[in-house]
């Protein structure tokens, strides 16, 4: 309910690989105001979200972060 995107419409987060480049930095536009980025992202990378724009990041760099994410989580605390 607090997310920036709220009421926005869905496919601007979901774009397409014929999607102009300027929708996805729009989309970005939006998760930089937004006050629960870090949650969204934190969202994504529990869920596997492999589509879409989520807490301003992208598949291809949530693929990255995911690797990671998940390595800090088996490490031993």
């Known amino acids: 309910m607090r997310a920036a995107c709220a009421g926005i419409s869905f496919p601007l987060f979901f774009p397409t690989t014929d999607t102009p ?14 006050p ?11 869920t596997n979200q492999v589509s879409g724009i989520w ?3 992208t598949e291809e760099e949530r693929k990255s972060l995911r690797r990671k994410w998940l390595a800090a ?4 605390a």
């Open 36 to 46: 629960v980025v870090y949650d969204c992202l934190e969202y994504a990378l529990e």
């Open 21 to 34: 480049l300027g929708q996805v930095e729009k989309a970005r536009s939006v998760c930089s105001a937004c």
């Open 73 to 76: 989580r088996r490490r031993p």
């Open 55 to 57: 807490g301003g990041t």
